[in-house]
């Protein structure tokens, strides 16, 4: 009883960092009806150069600071410069562009910092040495596993009161349920797609920071696997259901930790545990798809092509 | 009285396809105008073309001033506002949002109390604010749209085939809100519609529109007395 | 785009076409020739390479170019039928030719399987099931290595199968002749699916394919059975990425469970854009395009000595390819096909003879993308 609550609390981080991502996946969608493919090494590029800020000494709070300001302007200029001209080519054209972009950025990375390939020693955005933990019914929760949840449950909230509070939120959710109507009622579409990616690269920013804290580590491969993990929760909640994407990422986290920690003496052990996690993850996906092909909060309003 | 839209030798269409070949049309301040027209005759391609959301060539203008080259969501704050056919109003969001929506280019502190006014107006939206807008009945999102287009305190309100599919009785209020709102706040009203007989009643000036050229303008009077009108409009 | 010459017209079926249809039969054969001769195995490997990704290409040509439905999860399809061919021959002594048969049937059926969801799911959920199985593969792949080579054998890999030249074709069991060998099978199987495509292409269920994509509902109310169609579509491509994971297996000899990741299916993708999606020799073009350009940046990029210092040593190539995907999607959204095309037809227009039968095969290839440049055939395509 007490594992099991353990296993909760870690799923629960992990998958906070999914949910963060799988946000960025939401926004991006709902404006344009397109996946980032590169939503993943967005976030990868802008947590190496928060590595590179603190390798050259700015302090590590700072450095995600300007890196996610650099995001901001880093995924506005991809909008303006790559998806909105590629969309007036053809429907499919920014599928094909932000496939390109995943490349390219994966590379570029690699290009930019040669050591990444093997990995790069990251450190940890909180206190997160053996003793670090608190003990809640007997479980340990580890401090750092505490702080990132608490970060990524804060950055939602905030999201949230921007969805639904704001003006520019507003604007953002007339141009995701229908972009012709928005223009008539004056919203600038173009503007608030250019906003969209922009704030989806600063969420890549600060997810890609979190999930290289918890590593202490960033390499040119860590961010793909949180791609495909926040893919599938957006997918899990609803691709256009920013509450899904959150329900969606938090319960992938805790399937993943169940799953990997399912008990050696319990039928099927030798066919589920910690190597074929991601595989029964997705299975359960999988079988929620097929009962709800729009997710589980997704709308089903008919695609838009 | 001066003219508070004037378009001349308007043309527009859908990429190689002109549908509009050069029309004229003035809607004088404080008036309400109406275009009839046969349906595909290009009466919504008139309204998309003086909005903005369709490429167009020729002369708009606007309250003096040139629109041609604006882009919609400007035109749209500079006090035209569209009321679409089919009225796309926006289905995922509530009612409240909708009309919140629709005072998106202002920048003033009366959002709350126009709010109020329009729920005034249209007390059955106010019974609905905090429902989905998809939610609504054909009529309710008829007057939702209309609504939540006044919320950008238009100087002119471009209005498509508001009648369409409302019951007959629906109808009728719905032109005397219009009117009501053109007389009593001095909203001037470019209305599109089928509905003729109703449409005259309301309207200051006429015109009509048949193959995307203006065929006939004029007084009501003097249109409804035109035989030839009289046949393909009236029904009588 | 309008040249101010006028293009020369060639009548579909004259004399001059016949021509122009030798000249290009010509330059095949040539081209084929200079490949094969005095070629050592490593460039004949080469080859072979390009033609299981030019298949792998055609296979998604079928369901992304014609249907409308995209796949990260081809390279999943390869490698199952990679792993069939390296466990069936070592383990259990196959013929390579009915381990062929039996991972393409393997592949369909399991490309049925996971077509059904696609009768479900639209667009970016259907994408995201197909990525989320080439993920999931790596692990699963793993496993059965595990489980069944290093428990018997101890390796980490499926290796040691080769696929030997038969005793009729007069070749023997040494190296280059392997390598020769595996050449005109690649051919040969290249030139069947590309058969295979056309075919189904021009064909009643073709016609089908394309008009679901084009518009699911009209397509229905046309009596078009959708749920058949989608997945059988799915199930044929998926055969054909298996034919595509044979080749490979063959041509390289040892499979582990990183010879096919979603990096290889995003490499199918990227030959198919490459080439031009919806085309019928675009894949086959854009693979050899993609591969022999990431062949020759991989080897020279590198000692480019006009790059600042440090690049040449990192994933230039990588990094370049990626560019110039994007790059073709402005500069030319139909692939090198496209590209050639439209140049092409300032020079010279293949015109459909006046009408005489039914069935009239337009002499270009059909162009289907969905928005089409204005097209001289246009009247005769579709
Ligand atoms: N998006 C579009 N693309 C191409 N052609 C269009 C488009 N919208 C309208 N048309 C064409 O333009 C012409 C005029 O259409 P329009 O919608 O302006 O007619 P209308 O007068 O509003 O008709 P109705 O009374 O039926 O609403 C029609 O022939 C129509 O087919
Ligand atoms: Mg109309």
């Known amino acids: ?305 | 009285m001066s003219a508070l839209l004037t378009v001349r030798g308007l043309s527009a269409g859908y990429g190689p396809i002109e549908v509009l070949h050069g029309v004229d049309l003035d809607v004088q301040e404080g008036q309400v105008a109406v275009i009839l027209g046969a349906n595909g005759a290009g009466k919504t391609t008139m309204l998309r073309a003086i909005s903005g959301m369709i490429p167009r060539t020729g002369v708009v203008d606007f309250n003096g001033q040139s629109i041609i080259k604006t882009a919609p969501e400007r035109i749209v704050s500079l006090g035209v506002a569209q009321v679409p056919q089919g009225r796309g109003t926006f289905t995922d969001l509530t009612v409240d949002d909708n009309m919140r929506a629709g005072a998106y280019v202002r920048h003033d502190h009366e959002v709350v109390s126009d709010l109020a006014l329009w729920y005034e107006t249209f007390p059955r939206l106010k019974d609905r604010r905090s429902q989905k807008a998809g939610t609504l009945s054909g009529g309710e999102q008829q007057m939702l749209a209309i609504a939540r287009a006044l919320m950008s305190r238009p100087k002119l309100l471009l209005c498509d085939e508001p009648s369409l599919g409302l019951a007959p009785l629906i109808t009728k209020a719905l032109f005397q809100t219009i009117q009501r709102l053109n007389e009593q706040h001095g909203l001037t009203v470019l209305l599109v519609e089928q509905n003729a007989n109703l449409a005259l009643d309301i309207a200051h000036h006429v015109c009509l529109l048949e193959t995307g050229l203006i065929i006939a303008a004029g007084s009501p009077a003097a249109i409804a007395s035109d035989d030839a009108v009289r046949r393909a409009y009236l029904g009588a | 785009m309008t040249s101010t010459l006028r293009a020369r017209q060639i009548r579909y079926g004259g004399s001059l076409h016949w021509i122009l249809r030798a000249i290009v039969a010509a330059v095949l054969v040539v081209l084929v020739w200079r490949m094969v001769s005095g070629a050592v195995p490593s460039s004949l490997g080469k080859y072979t390479e390009a033609m299981a990704l030019a298949i792998a290409a055609l296979s998604l040509n079928l369901l992304f170019g014609f249907n409308g439905q995209i796949s990260i999860g081809h390279s999943t399809f390869a490698g199952i039928s990679a792993f069939f061919l390296g466990y069936s021959i070592r383990f259990w002594d196959n013929i390579a030719f009915v381990s062929l048969v039996e991972a393409c049937v393997l592949c369909f059926l399991v490309g049925v399987v996971i077509g059904l969801p696609a009768l479900r799911l639209k667009g970016p959920y259907l994408a995201l099931v197909t990525l989320a199985i080439a993920y999931v593969w790596p692990t699963v792949a793993r496993q059965f290595i595990e489980r069944k080579v290093t428990a018997v054998t101890g390796e980490s890999a499926l290796t040691k199968f080769l696929v030997r030249p038969p005793s009729w074709t007069g070749l023997k069991n040494t190296r280059q002749d392997r390598a020769l060998y595996l050449f005109w099978v690649a051919l040969a199987l290249m030139v069947l699916c590309y058969v295979v495509v056309r075919n189904l292409r021009t064909s009643r269920v073709g016609r089908s394919l394309v008009a679901v994509r084009d518009n699911e509902t009209a397509a229905a109310v046309m009596g078009v059975n959708l749920a058949r169609t989608k997945v059988l579509t799915f199930g044929v491509s998926a055969a054909m990425a298996g034919v595509s994971g044979w080749l490979i297996a063959a041509e390289i000899g040892t499979v582990d469970e990183n010879s096919f990741t979603i990096l290889t299916s995003i490499k199918y993708i990227l030959a198919l854009i490459l080439g031009g999606a919806a085309t019928l020799t675009g894949p086959i073009v854009g693979a050899f395009a993609y591969f022999f350009a990431d062949d020759y940046l991989k080897r020279h990029a590198p000692h480019w000595n006009w790059l600042p210092g440090k690049f040449g040593d990192g994933p230039i190539a990588s990094f370049l390819l990626g560019v110039l995907v994007i790059g073709f999607v402005f500069i030319a959204p139909q692939g090198i096909v496209g590209l050639c095309r439209r140049i092409g037809r300032n020079i010279a227009t293949v015109v459909p003879e006046p009408i005489r039968g039914p069935t009239h095969e337009p002499a270009n290839e059909p162009n289907n993308l969905p928005n089409n440049l204005p097209n001289n055939l246009g009247e005769s395509t579709s």
């Open chain 1, 1 to 305: 009883m007490k594992e099991l609550l353990q296993y909760i609390l870690d799923g629960l981080s992990i998958g906070s960092i999914y949910a963060l991502i799988a946000l960025g996946l939401v926004v991006i969608y709902r404006g344009t009806g397109h996946i980032n493919f590169a939503q993943g090494e967005m976030a990868l590029f802008s947590t190496l150069v928060t590595w590179w800020l603190h390798d050259k000494g700015v302090p590590l709070l700072l450095a995600i600071a300007i890196s996610a300001a650099l995001a901001f302007v880093g995924g506005a200029l991809i909008d303006v410069g790559l998806m909105r001209p590629a969309g007036r080519r053809s429907a499919f054209a920014p599928v094909v562009v932000a496939i390109g972009l995943f490349q390219g950025l994966n590379s570029l990375s690699g290009l930019l910092f040669p050591k990444s390939g093997q990995g790069l020693p990251f450190p940890s955005l909180f206190p997160n040495k053996p003793k670090d933990f608190v003990s809640i019914f007997g479980a340990a929760w580890r401090i750092e596993r505490i702080g990132v949840l608490a970060v990524v449950l804060v950055t939602t909230a905030l999201l949230f009161v921007l969805f639904q509070k704001t003006k520019i939120g507003l604007a953002m959710r007339t141009v995701a349920n229908d972009a012709t109507s928005a223009k008539l009622v004056g919203v600038p579409t173009n503007r608030i797609l250019m906003f969209s990616w922009a704030l989806a690269a600063v969420i890549g920013a600060i997810g890609g920071a979190l999930k290289a804290g918890i590593d202490t580590n960033v390499s040119i491969g860590s961010m793909f696997s949180v791609f495909l993990l926040s893919a599938a929760a957006a997918t899990l909640g609803g691709l256009d259901s920013p509450g899904g994407a959150v329900i969606g990422g938090l319960s992938l986290g805790v399937i993943e930790s169940l799953v990997g920690n399912y008990p050696h003496d319990w039928p099927a052990s030798d066919w589920i545990g910690i190597k074929t996690k991601t595989v029964v993850a997705f299975l359960i996906i999988l079988i929620v798809l097929l009962v709800r092909p729009s997710g589980l909060f997704g709308s089903s309003r008919v695609e838009r092509v």
